[in-house]
C-alpha cells in the first residue's frame, strides 16, 4: 500500500507543513529529430505538451529534462527559452525527458487554499446542523482524507484507494503535532511547522502503516 503525501492546514487555510512520501514516476525520455513533432507550449512557469500524443508522452505532461539536463521551468540550465532552444534546427538531434507536471511550492500553497474553501461549502451545503466538511475524497487512483480538530487545523492525507487504517493515522499524526510542534517553545501557532522531529515521527508513522496497510492502536 502507498500513502502519497501529508498536507496540514491551519484555520486560516494556510499551508503549514507539506510532505510528499511518494511520488509516482511516469517519465518518459525519446530522442528526436527535426521538426519535433510534438506542439509544445507554456503554461504556469512550465513548458508541456499542447498537441500530439506518442510513446506514453501525453497532452499535459511536461518538459522535465534536456540532453540528460534538468530544465529550470520554462528554460534550459543555461537560461535559455526551452521554445526557441527547440526551434533551432542546430540543436537536434535532441533527447527529451516527459512527465507529469510537478507542483509549485506556491500551487500546493493554492491548492491547500482550496481546498480550505471546499471544507466550509461542504458544511455549509450539509441539510444538518454541524456537519464536520468534507472527510473523504476519491478518485481511482487515490483517496484524499481529512480530519479537522477542534481548533480548526486539518491534517490531510493522499493514499492509495486500498490503504487501510488512515483515520487512526490521521489522529497519529494528531498526536504527533501535539507533541513536537505545539509543545515546541520555539513555534508560533498558525506558523509553518519546521521541527525535526515532527518529521522524524511523521515518517517513521508513515513507514510503519505502509508496511501494515494498517495503523491499529498503539502503534
Do not use: W
Not at 50 to 60: E, L, M, N, P, T
Not at 145 to 150: A, K, P, S, V
Amino acid at each position: 500500500m502507498v500513502i502519497f503525501s501529508v498536507y496540514v492546514v491551519n484555520k486560516a487555510g494556510g499551508l503549514i507543513y507539506q510532505y510528499d512520501n511518494y511520488v509516482p514516476r511516469t517519465e518518459v525520455e525519446k530522442t528526436f529529430s527535426y521538426p519535433l513533432d510534438l506542439v509544445l507550449k507554456h503554461h504556469d512557469e512550465k513548458v508541456i505538451v499542447s498537441f500530439g500524443q506518442r510513446d506514453g508522452i501525453k497532452v499535459g505532461h511536461a518538459v522535465l529534462s534536456i540532453n540528460g539536463v534538468d530544465v529550470l521551468g520554462k528554460n534550459t540550465a543555461d537560461g535559455k527559452d526551452i521554445l526557441e532552444y527547440l526551434k533551432d534546427q542546430a540543436n537536434y538531434p535532441v533527447s527529451i525527458r516527459f512527465g507529469r507536471a510537478r507542483l509549485s511550492s506556491n500551487e500546493k500553497l493554492m491548492l491547500a487554499s482550496m481546498f480550505h474553501s471546499l471544507f466550509a461549502i461542504g458544511s455549509q451545503l450539509s441539510p444538518e446542523v454541524g456537519s464536520s466538511g468534507i472527510e473523504m475524497l476519491e478518485t481511482d487512483v487515490f483517496k484524499l482524507h481529512c480530519f479537522q480538530t477542534l481548533t480548526g487545523i486539518k491534517f490531510i492525507v493522499l493514499a492509495d484507494p486500498r490503504q487501510s487504517g488512515i483515520d487512526a493515522l490521521l489522529k497519529k499524526i494528531y498526536e504527533i503535532y501535539s507533541d513536537f510542534a505545539l509543545k515546541n517553545p520555539f513555534y508560533s501557532l498558525e506558523m509553518p511547522i519546521r521541527c525535526e522531529l515532527f518529521d522524524q515521527n511523521l515518517k517513521s508513522s508513515l513507514e510503519v502503516a505502509e508496511k501494515a496497510g494498517n495503523f491499529g492502536a498503539g502503534s
